[in-house]
């Protein structure tokens, strides 16, 4: 079936550091890509989404590209922050009954 | 801020009761999803519902239901409590244009359940 795998975590990093999170998927069909990021305490916020092949999803300074050839979706960010540290998912949506199937979660944690 | 509402926040209860959660979905959005995220089986689909009728089941146990009133809130029924239950129970809400379009999902704050 559908599934989503990460890097284990957690990962902790140094501010201003460089920083990618791996995800890979398996799926039938062409899912939809998403990274939603989970703040200490509270709900999930979606970060970004990539809806077809080469497609690359932005946001607040993230980034990740949608890459079939390697069923991939990795997140980067250039220079993470302390206001970063979060558990960053990796989610697929297929259309069988929209649901989304989320990977474990990593834990990134920036020190100052 | 999502737009997606859920009530209670948290909600500490005992083994064998019945506990109700609600979901508000951002105005506009039809479609209302159940999500169950615990530190055994992480984060887990359990239900969907479009304007008020079932639309696809995941891992939700026979104890667990779940309807969509006519102004769209969604309520979570967990049944016969038991201590494995407790869990961060998450709605989300999408636009669902009927298309076929995959559409974003939007997730409420969560509601903490322990069960003692």
């Known amino acids: 079936g559908d599934s989503v795998t990460q890097m284990e975590g957690p990962v902790t990093l140094s501010e201003e550091a460089f920083l990618t999170i791996n995800c890979t998927y398996t799926?039938?069909?062409?899912?939809?890509l998403f990274w939603y990021v989970q703040y200490p305490g509270e709900g999930l916020q979606l970060l970004l989404k990539a809806t077809k092949a080469d497609d690359k999803g932005s946001n607040k300074g993230f980034e990740a590209t949608y890459r079939k050839e390697t069923t991939s979706f990795h997140l980067e960010k250039g220079s993470v922050q302390v206001s970063d540290s979060a558990v960053y998912f990796c989610?697929?949506?297929?259309?069988?009954?929209?649901?989304?199937?989320f990977g474990q979660g990593t834990e990134l944690s920036v020190k100052p | 801020d999502s737009g997606v509402t859920q009530t209670p926040k948290h909600l500490i209860t005992a083994t064998g009761q019945r506990v109700t959660l609600r979901c508000s979905p951002r105005s506009g959005d039809l479609s209302v999803y159940w999500y169950q995220q615990s530190l055994d089986q992480g984060l887990q689909f359990l239900i969907q519902?479009?304007?008020?009728?079932?639309?696809a089941k995941g891992n939700i146990l026979e104890r667990f239901s779940a309807q969509q009133f006519p102004d769209l809130h969604s309520e979570l029924n967990l049944s016969s409590l038991e201590l494995g239950d407790s869990a961060l129970y998450f709605c989300?809400?999408?636009?669902?244009?009927?298309?076929?379009?995959?559409?974003?999902?939007?997730f409420g704050p969560g509601t903490r359940l322990l069960v003692l």
């Open positions: 989300a809400s999408s636009v669902d244009t009927g298309t076929g379009a995959l559409e974003t999902q939007y």
């Open positions: 989610a697929l949506l297929y259309n069988q009954g929209g649901k989304l199937i």
């Open positions: 799926a039938t069909g062409y899912p939809s």
């Open positions: 519902y479009y304007n008020g009728e079932e639309r």
